[in-house]
């Protein structure tokens, strides 16, 4: 079925990067250059998770949904989709494939840190992935975090005759948990782009919700 998918479609590419993005920090736009500049997709695709995927979001799928917009917004090629939520998917591997469904794609890339990368022949589906997908790869700061299940990895998806490529430059180090904590603490995170930070602090995000529920949003406010 695959296959006869791909025969169908059209002849433009997409690469296709999922993930929380709580909050989208500059070093996943950085990936997202990173990735364009490699391949030149018609589209990239930033695709947040539903609520309640893996691990609990301190911000609702919305609320990540409209911060990857505000972040892509002077990226023409950078498009910010909500078929994740929409469809509620909870496998990648469904999501790849509601993506070469919609027959405008005739190559697709799937874009992974090397976090994802070192784990990816334990998700569910991961042969479809690799059959509907290419796989690119990014690693941070320019080093392995996890070279021997990287390693391991890559056998087994060379086996699965998966088609993989590493990206020539890497991003920075930066965690969306480290900027969560920054902001409960009341600083301005380093990575976050002025227009995220703006929304955060109109939306009250990241002040106690989920995560200190004694942390005061005034004490945040005064960090702007």
Not at 47 to 54: F, H, K, Q, R, S
Not at 82 to 111: C, P
Not at 139 to 145: A, I, Y
Request: glycine residues 6%.
């Amino acid at each position: 079925m695959v296959k006869n998918q791909l025969e169908g479609a059209g002849m433009k590419t997409a690469v296709y990067f999922g993930g929380t993005f709580d909050p989208i920090h500059q070093e996943h736009i950085r990936v997202c250059d990173l990735a364009y500049n490699a391949v030149r997709p018609d589209k990239l695709m930033l695709a947040p998770a539903p609520d309640g995927l893996c691990k609990r979001a301190a911000a609702s799928a919305e609320q990540r949904l409209q911060m990857c917009r505000i972040a892509a917004r002077d990226r023409p090629w950078l498009e910010v989709s909500d078929i994740e939520i929409k469809q509620n998917v909870r496998y990648s591997a469904d999501a790849l494939f509601h993506l070469l469904e919609q027959g405008e794609y005739s190559k697709i890339w799937f874009l992974l840190g090397e976090d994802q990368f070192s784990t990816l022949p334990q998700w569910r589906g991961w042969e479809r992935i690799v059959k509907i997908a290419d796989i690119l790869a990014v690693h941070r700061n320019g080093e392995l975090l996890f070279p021997e299940n990287t390693a391991r990895a890559e056998q087994l998806l060379q086996q699965a005759s998966a088609r993989v490529r590493w990206l020539d430059e890497t991003p920075a180090a930066v965690s969306s948990s480290k900027i969560r904590k920054d902001l409960l603490e009341g600083k301005r995170p380093q990575g976050l782009s002025d227009t995220v930070f703006a929304y955060i602090l109109e939306s009250g995000l990241y002040t106690g919700s989920l995560l200190d529920r004694s942390a005061a949003p005034a004490k945040l406010r005064k960090a702007r």
